[in-house]
């Protein structure tokens, strides 16, 4: 017997809104599950796998869970510096005392997300979250796409686009135009932040109909004079032609204009105006806003920490986010892990150093050129799936600054490390493979009371890791802060 349109739909949104809720319960309970497998069996502490096996039973689950938070969720993405940002944005948020829901392992596939999340959700599919709860979410420039097809963000940071696993991403300008896409699709209700001194990330505001807002660096005491050889996007975005800089921060980060059209580097919301560096004990800087000025110290070193800083604060100005806490947030942030972290044993102490494309790398070498006397380094290079199968990019990296250091090499292509220094000049050269061994040769050929800098591509500096944690010198990534 027919029956009305009214009734027939409503008999059908009657099966349907059961048997999703029942889905996401069944994907909830099983992903809780190999969490606890995974933990218990040390394979990567719960941080992909739960993910992992909601997203094949669930597919609409992050969108669901995000879509209960109060008060919404931040995406940060770009090449380098998300870890970071996302950590001093976390520390910002939480110093103005908001609860802060973060992947603080960096696990920045929408996998990692989604475990992050359901680490606070109960079995019955609930998100567990107070009013003042917020998500500050480091997605890699491939799963932010995917994320965004199931969640609108509240704001999306845009730290850089940098030549970076060229087999995996392709060239930032295929990055840049799949990131575009992904904007486009959103409402005018998304902010987007983005670092106005990367020509290719300035690009990405000019045709969004949201709020665009722009951050960048303007000290010219830390200027180049030119963009480094190894910059990855230095031509105009409309017209194909090399920009003109007038001052260089590093990589392909500064004061640019196209001289056939005219295009420049947008004006700035946020404006690092001072820094000061001070090797591996950290940064002073000086960020101005519209309305005000905040004077902070970051205990993470480097230039392109100071970009990180700058993101950070960007999203938190934003948020109408206190000056104090901001401030707070930036002076209690240490670094993540692997990322200058330091361990000390003995009368001897190391610092771990992630390296994984050219410009990374030389703001790395940048640091280690400032330090005095012979250089103790280890250098880890791996091509497995996450460090980027190619390993071609080390020619394009500035080794030549590290004549003097005795250097040991490990990992999968240790020996395709060991070619690019010798071409570099340098003499003193060990080839290891099995990083434990390097890690022990290495201090064993290293003067008391000296430092050893590790640099070392993504699982490398896992592997690191997991030798340290093993002989009690650091937790695991995923056991939190220490």
């Not at 490398?460 to 650091?474: F, I, K, N, T």
Request: include cysteine.
């Amino acid at each position: 017997m027919p029956v009305s349109a009214g009734n027939g739909t409503r008999g059908v949104d009657d099966q349907r809104i059961p048997f999703s809720r029942l889905r996401r319960i069944v994907a909830i309970l099983l992903a809780k599950i190999a969490g606890a497998i995974s933990r218990r069996l040390q394979w990567g502490g719960g941080t992909a796998l739960p993910g992992l096996v909601a997203e094949h039973l669930s597919p609409d689950l992050l969108g669901f869970l995000l879509s209960h938070v109060p008060g919404g969720a931040i995406f940060v993405t770009g090449t380098n510096g998300k870890t970071t940002t996302a950590a001093l944005l976390r520390n910002i948020l939480a110093a103005d005392g908001r609860t802060v829901l973060h992947n603080a392992t960096g696990s920045n596939l929408t996998r990692g997300v989604l475990s992050m999340l359901l680490e606070h959700t109960a079995w019955h599919g609930r998100l567990c979250v107070t009013p003042d709860s917020i998500a500050v979410l480091e997605l890699d420039e491939a799963a932010i796409v995917q994320a965004l097809r199931q969640h609108q963000p509240s704001s999306i940071v845009v730290t850089n686009l940098f030549r970076d696993q060229l087999d995996r991403y392709g060239e930032v300008q295929t990055i840049a135009a799949a990131l575009r896409s992904a904007f486009a699709q959103l409402d005018a209700t998304t902010a987007l932040l983005l670092n106005g001194d990367d020509p290719l990330v300035a690009s990405l505001g000019e045709s969004y109909g949201g709020p665009v807002r722009y951050f960048g660096l303007d000290d010219p005491d830390l200027a180049r004079d030119d963009i480094e050889l190894a910059a990855d996007s230095h031509y105009c975005p409309h017209e194909a032609t090399p920009l003109q800089y007038a001052t260089a921060y590093y990589g392909h980060l500064g004061e640019y204009v196209c001289p056939t059209c005219g295009w420049q580097r947008p004006e700035r919301d946020v404006r690092v105006t001072q820094v000061a560096l001070q090797g591996f004990a950290g940064v002073s800087l000086t960020v101005t806003f519209p309305q005000e000025e905040l004077h902070a110290r970051l205990r993470v070193p480097g230039l392109y920490n100071v970009y990180n800083a700058l993101a950070a604060t960007t999203a938190a100005w934003h948020l109408d986010t206190a000056a104090e806490a901001m401030s707070e947030g930036l002076n209690a942030t240490v670094p993540a892990f692997g990322r200058a972290e330091r361990i000390e044993f003995g009368d001897r102490k190391a610092w771990l150093l992630l390296i994984k494309n050219p410009v990374g790398a030389n703001q790395v070498l940048r640091l280690l050129a400032a330090e005095d006397g012979p250089l103790s380094i280890l250098a880890i290079l791996q091509d497995r799936a996450a460090d980027g199968h190619d390993v071609s990019w080390i020619w394009d990296v500035d080794f030549e600054c590290l004549a003097s250091a005795a250097v040991t090499t490990g990992g999968r292509r240790a020996e395709d490390m060991a070619v690019r220094l010798k071409y570099a000049g340098l003499q003193d050269v060990t080839v290891i493979r099995d990083i434990a061994n390097a890690f022990d040769r290495a201090v064993e050929a290293m003067p008391a009371n000296r430092t050893l800098f590790i640099l070392a591509t993504y699982t490398g500096m896992l592997e690191m890791r997991r030798v340290w944690a093993e002989r009690g010198l650091v937790r695991q990534f995923w056991e939190g802060e220490e």
